[in-house]
């Protein structure tokens, strides 16, 4: 079961697994360079950067093969996967927790679109709009008034996210919520 030698020979150009600290996790690599028939030298196919061959943390701790004596030193620990900073991983969440929300906000603005063909009015600060318009903002791009949150607010559907707008600013009287 556990020959140690040259179980799975890897050639120089072959894809593999391994580590990748950049990425933070096993990535595809490309073998760049061999030492005495272990691989030396990877690019990661998904960062495109080079660096040493570091194995991916397999369920079971099996090495294939040693590393050359020479610059030896290493403990298997510190070719272990990094652990991630608890900042590291905060910031990796909330990065996720923006991207989902962006997600989901284009995947209902398209539903939207889809169902609300009305053309689009401009919107400016002293106009007046109620749900179901379709305005275009100068900045936001495309919107649907989801709701009147206030007399002079509404809530309208961007592409990229859901936002508050005022309205009616400058008219003397406000227009009853339409209900
Ligand atoms: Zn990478």
């Given at each position: 079961?556990?020959?140690?030698?040259?179980?799975?020979?890897?050639?120089?150009?072959?894809?593999?697994?391994?580590?990748?600290?950049?990425?933070?996790?096993?990535?595809?690599?490309?073998?760049?360079?061999?030492?005495?028939?272990?691989?030396?030298?990877?690019?990661?196919?998904?960062?495109?950067?080079?660096?040493?061959?570091?194995?991916?943390?397999?369920?079971?701790?099996?090495?294939?093969?040693?590393?050359?004596?020479?610059?030896a030193e290493k403990t298997p620990k510190e070719a272990r996967l990094p652990k991630e900073t608890k900042e590291e991983r905060v910031r990796k969440e909330a990065l996720k927790a923006a991207q989902d929300e962006l997600e989901q906000n284009g995947k209902q603005w398209r539903s939207?679109?889809?169902k609300n063909k009305s053309a689009p009015v401009k919107y400016t600060l002293d106009g007046t709009y109620s749900a179901d318009q379709v305005l275009a903002h100068p900045r936001f791009g495309t919107g649907f008034v989801i709701r009147l949150v206030?007399?002079?607010?509404?809530?309208?559907?961007?592409?990229?996210?859901?936002?508050?707008?005022?309205?009616?600013?400058?008219?003397?009287?406000?227009?009853?919520?339409?209900l």
């Open positions: 079961m556990s020959s140690a030698k040259k179980t799975d020979t890897v050639n120089v150009g072959e894809d593999i697994d391994a580590q990748c600290m950049k990425c933070r996790r096993v990535t595809n690599h490309r073998v760049v360079s061999l030492l005495d028939g272990v691989v030396k030298r990877v690019l990661c196919l998904t960062c495109q950067s080079q660096h040493n061959y570091r194995p991916p943390v397999a369920a079971k701790p099996a090495k294939p093969a040693k590393p050359a004596s020479a610059k939207l679109r889809e206030m007399p002079n607010k509404i809530e309208v559907q961007f592409e990229d996210s859901l936002r508050v707008l005022v309205m009616n600013i400058g008219r003397p009287e406000p227009p009853a919520p339409p």
